[in-house]
């Protein structure tokens, strides 16, 4: 039985209600319904609970301001969101909408299709168009919502509505940062991502809510890039989903299901590692257009973009309300982001060098090797052929070490710190810390895996230390 059929069956015995809004458009898209958005003449409140008592789940109100509330199906997660009709009709409901597309509704018990704006044949026409200028007055964050629909329905909008978007887009950022977030988010999980980024950056969306990736027009990169920064980081971009989807061609079957199944462990913010990593691909490269410089030679740098981007990365975050786990993650990736690269002249790698790299980048170990391969397969500029075999290469042989350290937790040493400070007869301080950290080290390149050879590896060390 389907969630519709269950609200429907939950409230078969009330009236004044219908279906509205997104439910009806994906409906008759034929997608699968996963939500159900209601509209009633009834108390929201009294709606909700006798959902949430069917449907074995919580309820809340949803917004104070509108008294929505939300019923939430325990067993699959679907929500069915239920709000007060606006107006005296529901016809009057549906022109307070924002697009014509989710200006329709049905009777909850099944009827004829509500379209007193055309939805339905915009939805033939795979068209977005605006319910006039006064849709975006309404609720500023309905600019937003534009892009997000195009990039998740493959629509575009009619030429009006792109002008009034357009007028309205500075306007989006009075909608409060989580709202913003929230459409965000969706557009970057969306499978016309790139569509939608690009919708947003040129009806002036970006540069109202993401101003440090708008920011990366026009900055001119070096001979080893064909693009600017903004080109090249929606490159990267479109280079990670690529990489999703080919992940065994890239790093062979045993590792790609390994790293599948990383990238599928819930994150923060509703997002997933992988999905989380398609923010990384657009913030990495912030901090660039604050770091550019000109060499004597002519040669154009970005020294330090990498740790100016991690603060740039962090402040974005708490402006837009992420959480702290997920501004960790995003902040990680752009702090680290080029470190595999400087390795690639340094192969074969000795085994310090590999934990030093996975202990440096850790806890993003993982996610960063896969976006370095991104940002290395979106850098097409002089001698990119040779370059970029020799990164994926090297990046195929950090992937498995990565994998391996983020399964294991990262190596141990092989000695306890409490009996290291009884052998050694030192106090529990900074320098057990420094011995501690090198055997750890020692522990992951073989050289003192065992207790004895640990304590005698801390000994030579410590004499070494000492005057």
């Known amino acids: 039985?389907?969630?519709?059929?269950r609200v429907r069956g939950a409230l078969r015995d009330r009236g004044g209600m219908w279906v509205v809004g997104g439910t009806v458009r994906d409906a008759e898209l034929g997608r699968e319904l996963r939500d159900i958005d209601l509209a009633t003449r009834d108390d929201p409140e009294a709606v909700a609970r006798s959902l949430a008592e069917?449907?074995?789940?919580?309820?809340?109100?949803?917004?104070e301001a509108f008294g929505a509330w939300r019923a939430v199906e325990r067993e699959s997660g679907s929500v069915c969101d239920v709000s007060p009709l606006q107006g005296d009709s529901i016809e009057a409901d549906l022109s307070r909408r924002d697009f014509t597309v989710n200006a329709m509704a049905r009777p909850l018990a099944g009827g004829k299709l509500v379209d007193p704006h055309g939805g339905r044949a915009d939805l033939e026409a795979r068209l977005l168009r605006v319910l006039g200028p006064t849709a975006y007055e309404d609720d500023?964050?309905?600019a937003l919502r534009l892009p997000r629909l195009a990039a998740e329905l493959g629509f575009a909008p009619d030429p009006d509505t792109e002008r009034l978007t357009r007028e309205a887009a500075a306007g989006v950022s009075e909608a409060s940062p989580e709202r913003v977030f929230a459409e965000l988010r969706r557009i970057v999980l969306a499978e016309g991502v790139l569509e939608g980024v690009a919708m947003a950056d040129r009806l002036g969306l970006l540069e109202?809510?993401?101003?440090?990736?708008?920011?990366?027009?026009?900055?001119?990169?070096?001979?080893?890039?064909?693009?600017d920064v903004y080109g090249h980081t929606i490159e990267v971009l479109a280079r990670q989903l690529e990489l999703e989807g080919r992940l065994p061609e890239t790093f062979g079957e045993e590792l790609a299901a390994r790293l599948q199944a990383v990238l599928d462990e819930p994150l923060a913010d509703e997002l997933t590692r992988g999905q989380a990593l398609r923010l990384g691909a657009l913030v990495h490269d912030v901090g660039k257009p604050a770091t550019r410089g000109v060499r004597p030679d002519g040669r154009i740098t970005f020294i330090g973009h990498d740790s100016v981007g991690e603060g740039m990365v962090r402040s974005?975050?708490?402006?837009?309300?992420?959480?702290?786990?997920?501004?960790?993650?995003?902040?990680?990736?752009?702090?680290?982001?080029?470190?595999?690269?400087?390795?690639?002249?340094?192969?074969?790698?000795?085994?310090?060098m590999v934990y030093r790299y996975l202990d440096g980048t850790a806890p993003v170990e993982v996610e960063v090797t896969l976006l370095s391969c991104a940002d290395r397969l979106a850098t097409r500029g002089k001698n990119a052929e040779p370059a970029i075999a020799a990164h994926l290469e090297?990046?195929?042989?950090?992937?498995?070490?990565?994998?391996?350290?983020?399964?294991?937790?990262?190596?141990?040493?092989?000695?306890?710190?409490?009996?290291?400070?009884?052998?050694?007869?030192?106090?529990?301080?900074?320098?057990?810390?420094?011995?501690?950290?090198?055997?750890?080290?020692?522990?992951?390149?073989?050289?003192?895996?065992?207790?004895e050879a640990a304590l005698d590896f801390a000994r030579r060390l410590r004499d070494h230390r000492e005057p």
């Open 140 to 142: 500023p964050l309905r």
């Open 208 to 227: 109202a809510v993401l101003p440090e990736l708008a920011g990366l027009h026009g900055v001119e990169q070096s001979q080893y890039h064909h693009l």
């Open 1 to 5: 039985m389907s969630v519709l059929e």
């Open 54 to 63: 069917a449907l074995s789940g919580p309820v809340f109100p949803l917004s």
């Open 394 to 451: 090297l990046g195929r042989e950090l992937m498995r070490e990565a994998l391996d350290w983020r399964a294991s937790g990262g190596p141990k040493p092989a000695v306890r710190g409490d009996e290291l400070a009884r052998e050694l007869q030192i106090e529990p301080g900074p320098e057990l810390g420094q011995l501690l950290e090198q055997l750890r080290e020692a522990a992951f390149t073989g050289t003192a895996t065992t207790r």
């Open 316 to 352: 974005l975050c708490r402006r837009l309300r992420m959480s702290e786990k997920l501004s960790r993650f995003l902040a990680g990736l752009t702090r680290h982001h080029l470190v595999l690269g400087f390795l690639v002249h340094a192969r074969p790698l000795p085994r310090e």
